[in-house]
């Protein structure tokens, strides 16, 4: 049985608006692995617009608040690591040791960046001015677009990913066609953990449809 994974805006699971879907192929075998959303311009657009009105919120989320959902989510990536390997062995061929390597570098990554929660920090200088010092502080930038290969299906996401939201930021995520499950379920996890609607959004597709735009 193969997996069906959609697309995820605004904290919902869905399909894409024109019903389209892309097949994950085995590549040792030619087995569909699973299926997912064949995304448009339109998914694309309400994805952004997820996330763009998310940052609002998530931006004043204090950071260590934001670490503690990220060590939830290494936490189920470590409960789900041989489940994770073997998916991707099954969807981009890798053989099973280096497969559950992927998955050790997206935990190793959601532990690091979980830890910068409490690690954020800026600098104070002195002034030349009497009474007066200098500070700068780290504040997010805004929603995020982030296009990975096929390659490490679970660590560059994870590298990408984590990073965005310990820093306040919001995510629209468009992983390979090649490889969208192993994507997909290292983004089911990030919900699991509790993520905030809006905060990540999953949009699937090839990249001559929906990369450019």
């Known amino acids: ?66 670490g503690e959902i990220l060590f939830r989510a290494a936490e189920l990536l470590v409960k789900h690591k041989e489940e994770l390997g073997r998916l991707v062995t099954r969807e981009m061929g890798k053989v099973l040791p280096e497969g559950l390597g992927d998955v050790q570098e997206a935990i190793d990554m959601a532990f690091y960046m979980a830890g910068e929660g409490r690690r954020l920090s800026g600098e104070t200088v002195y002034s030349e001015l009497p009474g007066k010092d200098c500070k700068s502080i780290r504040v997010p930038i805004g929603a995020f677009a982030l296009i990975t290969p096929w390659n490490f299906p679970t660590a560059i996401p994870a590298w990408k990913i984590l990073p965005a939201l310990i820093s306040g930021n919001t995510v629209v995520f468009k992983p390979s066609s090649y490889t969208p499950l192993s994507a997909g379920r290292l983004v089911e996890l990030i919900v699991e953990a509790g993520i905030p609607e809006g905060v990540v959004n999953l949009v ?3 990249g001559d449809r929906i990369g450019e735009r």
């Open 204 to 206: 699937h597709g090839a």
């Open 1 to 66: 049985m193969g997996l069906d994974l959609k697309n995820l805006i605004n904290g919902r699971w869905q399909d894409a608006e024109s019903g389209d879907t892309l097949d994950s192929i085995n590549p040792a075998n030619g087995e569909v692995v699973g299926t997912v959303p064949s995304s448009g311009a339109t998914d694309v657009d309400k994805a952004v617009d997820s996330a763009k009105n998310a940052f609002n919120k998530w931006r004043l989320t204090p950071a260590p608040k934001r």
